[in-house]
């Protein structure tokens, strides 16, 4: 399984990004996918985790009501609607695949490249 993040940038505190991550090698709807970030001199950290059809999703509690976690198992892609945020969302973002729902990275199985995300004050 590939995956590959795409959508990050520089963003003014209170504006919007939105991440994808493309998957290719298998097909999206047999993993549960989550994002985490990391930030300089910081460990990995879950931000958020979908299951495979899409019905149940959880949150880190610093991003909820702020981001939203989707995804288009036809097209194989996974979105993470990022609003509201803030300068200590700043962090390169990773997507990553898993055969079921975990705050943990240490569950993953596959990860993505990752995206760099930066928001200034």
């Known amino acids: 399984v590939q995956l590959q993040a795409s959508g990050g940038g520089t963003v003014r505190a209170g504006g919007s990004l939105r991440l994808s991550c493309a998957v290719s090698g298998r097909t999206l709807s047999r993993y549960t996918m989550g994002w985490f970030r990391q930030a300089p001199g910081k460990e990995r950290e879950f931000v958020a985790t979908?299951?495979?059809?899409?019905?149940?999703?959880d949150y880190a509690d610093s991003v909820k009501g702020r981001f939203t976690i989707s995804r288009d198992n036809a097209k194989n892609t996974l979105y993470l609607q990022m609003n509201s945020l803030k300068p200590e969302d700043t962090a390169v973002y990773y997507c990553?695949?898993?055969?079921?729902?975990?705050?943990?990275?240490?569950?993953?199985?596959?990860w993505g490249q990752g995206t760099l995300v930066t928001v200034s004050s």
């Open positions: 990553a695949a898993n055969r079921r729902m975990s705050r943990w990275y240490g569950n993953y199985d596959y």
């Open positions: 979908i299951s495979w059809s899409g019905a149940s999703t």
